[in-house]
């Protein structure tokens, strides 16, 4: 079969991880007989360098036109300034909501050979295997009105949370479906203690658990569910919350895996059953302070390649394989600097993509 990948490394590490991943793909093409074709664009700041723009029409065009998107990461110390007009997140946002790519599903699962190395207890952290759906084209981030400006009192600025009954309807679904092929137990996160919007988030919820009885039904707070991390994250299956707590809690929950080079997304246009359309990427940034020196995770990039397989191409055994693969590499002692303990052997970034892609190629 023949597949076309529209390839955004990106800035800061992604060239780097984004390389492994590809060499990852390409082993997975030849033992099955795929061919994948890719094709190659600029986005984030190395595309403001470029092109004067975070994302230009033509590759949104060839994202489009493409069955997948792969994307490293964007950003950096050099584009960080609150007063540059352009910044490299734009041309994320723009992709996002260019694609219509709705709903982002983050996996976080401890692999047991890492339970010794991550930041918290092997007690708490033990077991956890959980998915957060996060809504990736509504509320704060695109809301309007969104401006600052001056007034005699001094400066102001405003963001707009703003929630629609059918975006909260589609992000739940992809919930509740996903639910209900796992573990069938919903947490749907808010703030409706506070929020409007959460509130409206949280009737919806409630109206559409009736299609689903089989699925229980979790309501809880974003500071709670925050604080359960921590405490008991083993409890969580999957999480349904919408764009910015999505934002914050899936950046704390990648301390359960151990880094968050461990940590893969997919951000999906649709409800993923069969085929979807999406884009894959790790859900670190671009660490422009390790950029060029071979000591990257590219782990969560090459996930991302075995999501890509799943929810795009329909090829469950394929993306199998990775991840089969990531875990016999694991399980052989090797690691990267984030996820290193005393006994195991370091490797770079390119060493890491190299063993597990002939792990792949048996």
């Not at 309501?219 to 921590?230: E, G, Q, S, T, W």
């Not at 999505?246 to 059953?273: C, H, N, V």
């Not at 060029?292 to 397989?309: E, F, H, W, Y």
């Amino acid at each position: 079969m023949e597949f076309n990948v529209a390839v955004l490394p990106g800035d800061g590490v992604g060239p780097e991880v984004m390389t492994q991943a590809l060499s990852v793909l390409q082993a997975v093409g030849e033992k099955f007989g795929h061919s994948f074709l890719y094709h190659d664009g600029l986005i984030g700041g190395v595309a403001i360098d470029t092109l004067g723009t975070a994302l230009s029409p033509e590759t949104l065009q060839m994202c489009k036109q493409s069955d997948a998107v792969l994307l490293g990461a964007v950003g950096g110390f050099k584009w960080d300034s609150p007063q540059a007009k352009i910044h490299p997140e734009d041309g994320l946002l723009a992709l996002r909501k260019g694609l219509r790519l709705f709903a982002n599903l983050r996996p976080v699962k401890i692999f047991p050979m890492l339970v010794d190395s991550a930041n918290l207890k092997p007690e708490v952290i033990r077991g956890v295997d959980l998915v957060v759906v996060r809504e990736l084209t509504g509320g704060l981030y695109f809301g309007q009105p969104k401006r600052q400006w001056r007034t005699p009192k001094g400066r102001q600025a405003v963001d707009t949370l703003a929630y629609s009954e059918a975006e909260i309807e589609r992000i739940l679904r992809v919930g509740f479906e996903l639910a209900r092929s796992r573990r069938k137990k919903l947490t749907s996160v808010d703030k409706a203690n506070v929020l409007q919007s959460s509130r409206l988030w949280r009737q919806i919820a409630i109206e559409m658990s009736a299609d689903y009885p089989d699925v229980e039904l979790q309501h809880m707070l974003v500071d709670a569910c925050a604080m359960r991390f921590i405490q008991r994250p083993a409890e969580f299956d999957v999480l349904v919350t919408e764009n910015m707590f999505g934002d914050i809690l899936t950046d704390e929950a990648s301390m359960l895996a151990g880094s968050m080079g461990m940590l893969p997304s997919a951000s999906l246009a649709g409800i993923p059953k069969g085929i979807t359309f999406g884009m894959y990427e790790p859900i670190h940034g671009s660490a422009p302070s390790r950029s060029g020196q071979d000591v990257a995770n590219p782990i969560a990039t090459i996930l991302s390649v075995a999501m890509m397989l799943r929810y795009s191409f329909s090829l469950e055994t394929e993306a199998r394989t990775i991840e089969d693969a990531v875990l016999a590499i694991l399980e052989q002692g090797y690691r990267t600097y984030d996820i290193m303990s005393e006994g195991r052997t370091k490797v770079g970034t390119k060493e890491m993509g190299d063993l597990i892609a002939e792990k792949v190629k048996g």
